[in-house]
């Protein structure tokens, strides 16, 4: 069974950091791009950073103070945020990249004050 649980978020000034982790299982961890993806109330959920055999890849809005990692004995993803502004508060998720359908996990709210 494919679970995704993310934790790390939480409220923070704005210039704060967070690190956001994702435990996984059910899949090939070792081998699927991994991405982050946030939802912010009344928006799309959008993808903001993958990891792949390739390298890193990440959305305009967050590049240059987010940082996605892997641990791939672990099966745990890992996003180290830097510079959070208030645009950056959402719920964030983990999931494969591409998505794996409707399986999502409860995702990790992060907010961040003004």
């Known amino acids: 069974q494919v679970q995704f649980v993310e934790s790390g978020g939480g409220l923070v000034q704005s210039g704060g950091s967070l690190r956001l982790s994702c435990r996984t299982s059910?899949?090939?961890?070792?081998?699927?791009?991994m991405a982050w993806y946030r939802q912010a109330p009344g928006k799309e959920r959008e993808l903001v950073a993958r990891?792949?055999?390739?390298?890193?890849d990440y959305s305009d809005s967050v590049k240059g103070r987010f940082t996605i990692s892997r641990d791939r004995a672990q099966n745990v993803l890992y996003a180290e945020m830097n510079g959070l502004s208030p645009e950056d508060t959402a719920v964030y998720y983990c999931?494969?990249?591409?998505?794996?359908?409707?399986?999502w996990g409860q995702g990790t709210q992060v907010t961040v004050s003004s």
């Open positions: 999931n494969t990249d591409p998505p794996l359908g409707d399986n």
């Open positions: 990891i792949s055999r390739r390298g890193t």
């Open positions: 059910g899949i090939s961890f070792y081998f699927t791009a």
